[in-house]
């Protein structure tokens, strides 16, 4: 398997690119008003650097990443979003999984399936424990906290400067 990419039975999870395809997907996805009112407004910057930003998170950290969630099965692949896992901002080395995807990729169990992909990857890299932040009234990805298995922590206005419902997943614990 390629550097950075992960593996699910239905999806591919690999690095953002700029090629023109990818480029074009990010735009679409980010300029759904459907999407962007549970991550507070589009992205302050063009796809371009959004990519770029992304491959610096991986490069200061190679368990970290915002990966491109791309559902195998097509021919040729559809990307149905991004998948991400990054340090909260503000925080004291929390790390947030998190879930973007098209509004044509919704009730599938993509969200899930990626994200508990993300989650192992993490704990298998020794994290001990990762978040999940969720705008309140945003019933998909509340459902998607649930079935990962995390816990609620309440509404927190810790680390976007919002208050939003909090979740946390511990790692299992490993008895040899």
């Known amino acids: 398997m390629p550097d950075g990419e992960l593996l699910t039975d239905r999806l591919r ?15 679409d996805i980010y300029r759904r008003e459907e999407v962007t009112r549970w991550l507070g407004g589009p992205p302050s910057v063009g796809p371009v650097e959004l990519v770029r930003r992304w491959t610096q998170i991986r490069r200061a950290d190679p368990v970290h990443g915002c990966w491109a ?11 149905a979003g ?9 925080g004291v080395g929390e790390v947030e999984v998190g879930w973007h995807l098209h509004p044509d990729s919704w009730g599938h169990g993509y969200a899930t399936e990626a994200a508990g992909a993300v989650v192992e990857h993490a704990f298998v890299a020794g994290l001990p424990e990762v978040y999940a932040v969720v705008r309140p009234g945003n019933e998909a990805s509340l459902a998607v906290c ?31």
């Not at 999870?13 to 735009?27: E, G, S």
């Not at 991004?82 to 909260?88: A, C, H, I, N, S």
């Open 13 to 27: 999870l690999r690095p953002w690119t700029t090629c023109r395809d990818d480029l074009a997907r990010l735009t």
């Open 69 to 79: 969630v791309e559902v195998r099965d097509g021919a040729p692949p559809v990307v």
């Open 82 to 90: 991004t998948v991400l896992l990054k340090p909260l901002p503000g």
């Open 146 to 176: 649930r079935r990962l298995g995390m816990t609620p922590l309440g509404r927190l206005r810790r680390w976007y400067d919002v208050e939003l419902e909090a979740f946390r997943l511990m790692a299992p614990v490993v008895v040899e």
